[in-house]
């Protein structure tokens, strides 16, 4: 079956401009979280999403950084006036929403701020 | 609060001798513990995860982790590497299983023909 897609692969954008990153989870998976990959930062979680509960934001570095998932499914990561300090690979899991179930992961969306 | 941490940044092996990756944890309460890896340019994928069932955890492509409760390590071992092995090897914790994963700062395994 699909796995984790997340869309775009790459983006590119200038310092100060808004973007959005798109996440697809598995079917049926009532869990989503967001990470950030970084140099020197390795993995750090951002938000989580646990079915129709209030999203866990403890992780979000600003609040430039918002989250949303719609129709408890498709989630966007939108980041507003971007910084370079924001450059990083940003990756997606879901899950199953049960105790110790695995988190899978989407390939990531390496965003770019010149 | 958990933790992890991974005790090497860089491992590396000669092809077809065995790979010892480690992590130590640090956890309140009864942890759920994965390995994860990261190829170049790719996603990451579990390798393999331990939730308080046998202690000797196999999975896949050869490896395995033993979880010890008295040195709060969960090292990972392979008998014999292969080329394809080499790759960032992530050592992850979760205290329940919908919380999210605390990463090691990741440990990279390069492979020598």
């Known amino acids: 079956g699909a796995g984790v897609s997340q869309s775009p692969s790459n983006k590119v954008t200038e310092k100060g401009k808004d973007v959005e990153l798109r996440c697809d989870p598995i079917?049926?998976?009532?869990?989503l979280y967001w990470y950030r990959q970084s140099l020197g930062q390795g993995l750090e979680f951002l938000i989580y999403?646990?079915?129709?509960?209030?999203?866990?934001k403890s992780g979000l570095p600003s609040d430039r950084f918002s989250a949303e998932r719609t129709g408890g499914s498709v989630s966007t990561l939108t980041i507003q006036r971007t910084q370079q300090e924001d450059s990083a690979v940003y990756l997606c899991?879901?899950?199953?929403?049960?105790?110790?179930?695995?988190?899978?992961f989407g390939p990531g969306t390496r965003l770019t701020v010149l | 609060a958990q933790s992890v941490t991974q005790l090497d940044s860089h491992v590396s092996v000669s092809e077809g001798t065995p790979v010892l990756l480690r992590c130590n944890y640090s956890s309140s309460y009864s942890p759920s513990l994965f390995w994860y890896v990261q190829h170049p340019n790719k996603g990451l994928q579990l390798l393999l995860k331990y939730t308080s069932a046998a202690t000797l955890v196999k999975g896949i492509n050869g490896f395995e982790a033993e979880f010890k409760k008295s040195e709060t390590s969960f090292h990972l071992t392979k008998p014999s590497a292969h080329m394809s092995d080499a790759a960032e090897y992530f050592c992850?914790?979760?205290?329940?299983?919908?919380?999210?994963?605390?990463f090691g700062k990741g440990t990279r395994l390069s492979v020598i023909a």
């Open positions: 899991a879901s899950s199953l929403g049960q105790a110790t179930d695995t988190q899978y």
């Open positions: 999403f646990q079915g129709n509960s209030a999203p866990d």
């Open positions: 992850v914790v979760s205290v329940q299983g919908n919380t999210p994963l605390v």
């Open positions: 079917s049926g998976h009532t869990a």
